[in-house]
């Protein structure tokens, strides 16, 4: 069994954001060599995601909009977290609700999605350089 590990680096230049990493998968999993197997690729952070749907600038409005509605980031005295001094505990939430990690099967040495399928990490609090990990096992 091969095994492919990297460590792919993103600084948001906002709070939060979302951004597509689909390319950056592919290429690590050209670079891996597997033909058949497992990509597993998780945030790092734990004000951080990784999750699946599909790359439409409407949809990523009402993500935001739904997750401001769920954890609003202000007033930040809300959250118990930001007695700590930091200001990010509806990031934290953010992160819960949106997912730690996704796992996409690799068959024939491309990504198995279904339709409309893409890869993205979701920034809670950006503004810092911050890690994703990739993982693929696998032939
Ligand atoms: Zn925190």
């Given at each position: 069994m091969k095994s492919y590990r990297k460590e792919l680096w993103f600084q948001v230049p906002t709070r939060r954001g979302f951004v597509n990493i689909t390319p950056q998968l592919q290429e690590c999993l050209a670079a891996s060599g597997i033909q058949e197997g497992l990509l597993l690729c998780n945030a790092m952070h734990i004000t951080a995601s990784v999750f699946i749907n599909d790359d439409e600038g409407g949809l990523h409005h009402d993500f935001e909009k739904w997750l401001e509605q769920l954890?609003?980031?202000?007033?930040?005295?809300?959250?118990?977290?930001?007695?700590?001094?930091?200001?990010?505990g509806d990031a934290h939430l953010k992160r819960t609700l949106m997912g730690r990690e996704v796992v996409v099967a690799v068959t024939g040495g491309k990504?198995?999605?279904?339709?409309w399928e893409q890869i993205f990490y979701g920034e809670f609090d950006g503004r810092r350089r911050k890690r994703v990990l990739v993982k693929i096992i696998g032939e």
């Open positions: 954890a609003p980031h202000e007033p930040i005295n809300r959250y118990l977290h930001n007695r700590t001094g930091e200001d990010n990504l198995d999605f279904g339709p």
